[in-house]
């Protein structure tokens, strides 16, 4: 019995070194030089976060037709039935912003003079913050200037073609959800 053990052992151990010596030099290891990245076999190493799209609508922005306004990026979407985003835009942002939540359209106006001085049109107001009036409006000579933080201006600017589109889609108590 001990004989067969012993012959079995040795016949792996034969096996072993053939398939060693036979590894393509493609699958060999290379020498590693100094500053190289090595592989690590843990399961977390080649794990990556997925990278954010940021045209993608925030996924806490609420359901139905809405307006979706993101502080941060400082983005616009346009929301239609079925979760469907018509259209998203950059923004301006004005020096006061309103808290994130849900607003409805309180307001709008044709053409008027920003509180900035700037001749706007396509104002659609959503919000108060501490007595400034907030809303989305587009300068009629285009420009979309940052704020001045030393001004109280409520006043979210976009381009003039993203300004009709929103004058067309936000009527009066239309959603407009606020997010970080």
Same mark, same amino acid.
């Given at each position: =019995?001990?004989?067969?053990?012993?012959?079995?052992?040795?016949? @792996?151990?034969?096996?072993?070194? *053939? &398939?060693? &010596?036979?590894? !393509?030099? +493609?699958? &060999?290891?290379?020498? %590693?030089?100094?500053?190289?990245?090595?592989?690590?076999?843990?399961?977390?190493?080649?794990? /990556? /976060?997925?990278?954010? +799209?940021?045209?993608?609508?925030?996924?806490?922005? #609420?359901?139905?037709? %809405? $307006?979706?306004?993101?502080? /941060?990026?400082?983005?616009?979407?346009?929301?239609?039935?079925?979760?469907?985003?018509?259209?998203?835009?950059?923004?301006? !942002?004005?020096?006061?912003? !309103? &808290?994130?939540?849900?607003?409805?359209?309180?307001?709008?106006?044709?053409? $008027? %003079?920003?509180?900035?001085? $700037? *001749?706007?049109?396509? $104002?659609?107001?959503?919000?108060? @913050?501490?007595?400034?009036?907030?809303?989305?409006?587009?300068?009629?000579?285009?420009? =979309?200037?940052?704020?001045?933080?030393?001004? *109280?201006?409520?006043?979210? %600017? =976009?381009?003039?073609? +993203? #300004? +009709?589109? =929103?004058?067309?889609?936000?009527?009066? #108590?239309? /959603?407009?959800?606020? @997010? !970080?």
């Amino acid at each position: =019995m001990a004989g067969l053990t012993a012959a079995a052992v040795a016949a @792996v151990a034969f096996l072993a070194y *053939q &398939a060693s &010596a036979s590894v !393509p030099a +493609d699958l &060999a290891e290379q020498p %590693r030089t100094p500053g190289a990245v090595v592989p690590s076999a843990s399961a977390s190493a080649g794990v /990556k /976060k997925p990278v954010r +799209d940021p045209l993608a609508l925030p996924a806490a922005s #609420g359901t139905g037709e %809405r $307006v979706v306004y993101t502080l /941060k990026d400082r983005r616009v979407w346009l929301v239609g039935e079925k979760n469907k985003v018509l259209r998203t835009f950059a923004v301006a !942002p004005s020096s006061v912003s !309103p &808290a994130p939540g849900a607003y409805a359209v309180t307001s709008r106006s044709g053409a $008027v %003079r920003g509180s900035d001085g $700037v *001749q706007i049109e396509h $104002v659609v107001r959503f919000a108060t @913050v501490e007595g400034v009036t907030v809303g989305f409006s587009a300068a009629v000579d285009g420009s =979309m200037p940052a704020p001045d933080p030393s001004k *109280q201006t409520g006043g979210i %600017r =976009m381009k003039r073609a +993203d #300004g +009709d589109a =929103m004058w067309t889609f936000a009527a009066i #108590g239309a /959603k407009v959800i606020v @997010v !970080p």
